[in-house]
């Protein structure tokens, strides 16, 4: 019983020493590193769902020559392997990990709180929502989905930027009909519908809310591979040619710059004219995969037509 005592008190007392390390800043011990080596991590994405742009050839001539305009500016911490390739643009409505059934019947039979979350299961969520879809469809312009490329802006801190992205325009006040409007309405409630969903379900488990946005540059994808990858800075990207060749309309005939009063000051976020385009499908893609063309594998989707029937496999 001494035994006992003696180790529980050898632990009570571990675990002081170890508080009190914590809160003063101190460095954690071996044994605490080796624990902390042990816990389980959250496991990492695997397929994300999407509403595609890639493929349409108007955007990729856009885009090849908005990279090429990029690479002939000075700016610091850019390269073409962080630039995104053109047949691979979207926007992103959430990441999730999931396995095969071929999988989950090899696995261990441990019994398990919810059922797991694998490929067919997301396609049957998502054909679940067809009907809510095409409602949401029908209104305004009927019979798809368009998404406009309007502002430009970046994940950054205070050593740089390590993602580039455009997106249709929020609360800006820009000049807008109310069909344009509308439209970008319809695309804010499709992408809150099917976000909510699978977020509900428990496939996507990211807290922050949903970011509608186009990865245009990631720093992630710089080669060679570095866990310490460079950043590339946005104020040179705001500063270039690239950006004031995309001013729409008569920004673009007066400037010789990009203006302050074309930049938002609270997060840096600067018009432009991508243009804006129509999106028939949403897709379940493969992280890392590429098709013939250079795009992700889509291995289902939800069409966003009257006449697009249910998620189907590929």
């Avoid at 009907?131 to 989905?145: D, E, S, V, Y």
């Avoid at 379940?284 to 189907?312: K, Q, V």
Wanted: charge should be positive; charged fraction near 20%; proline fraction near 7%.
């Amino acid at each position: 019983m001494s035994i006992v005592t003696k180790s529980v008190t050898s632990n009570s007392s571990s675990n002081k020493r170890s508080q009190n390390r914590h809160r003063f800043g101190q460095p954690k011990s071996s044994e605490e590193n080796r624990n902390d080596k042990g816990a389980s991590k959250p496991p990492r994405p695997t397929h994300f769902l999407c509403l595609p742009l890639g493929h349409h050839p108007n955007l990729q001539e856009k885009m090849l020559r908005f990279h090429s305009s990029l690479l002939k500016d000075s700016i610091e911490g850019l390269d073409s392997s962080i630039l995104v390739k053109p047949r691979r643009l979207h926007f992103t409505l959430g990441v999730m990990s999931l396995s095969s059934s071929s999988q989950n019947q090899s696995s261990d039979s441990r019994p398990s709180t919810s059922p797991p979350k694998t490929v067919e299961s997301a396609l049957g969520l998502l054909r679940s929502l067809q009907p809510q879809l095409t409602a949401l469809c029908a209104a305004g312009k009927p019979g798809t989905l368009q998404g406009s490329l309007e502002r430009v802006g970046a994940f950054e801190s205070k050593d740089g930027a390590r993602v580039l992205w455009v997106s249709p325009r929020e609360d800006e006040r820009w000049p807008e009909s109310e069909e344009e409007l509308q439209e970008r309405l319809k695309l804010v409630r499709v992408a809150e519908l099917v976000h909510r969903a699978f977020k509900d379900a428990g496939y996507i488990t990211e807290t922050r809310p949903l970011k509608l946005h186009c990865t245009l540059i990631n720093t992630s994808y710089r080669k060679p591979f570095n866990r310490n990858s460079q950043l590339f800075s946005f104020t040179d990207v705001l500063a270039s040619d690239a950006i004031l060749e995309l001013q729409p309309g008569e920004d673009h005939a007066q400037a010789t710059s990009v203006t302050p009063s074309s930049v938002s000051p609270s997060n840096r976020t600067v018009r432009v004219a991508f243009g804006t385009y129509d999106i028939p499908e949403i897709q379940l893609c493969a992280m890392g995969s590429s098709g013939p063309d250079g795009e992700y594998i889509s291995l289902g989707n939800a069409r966003l037509t009257a006449s697009g029937g249910g998620a189907a496999a590929v």
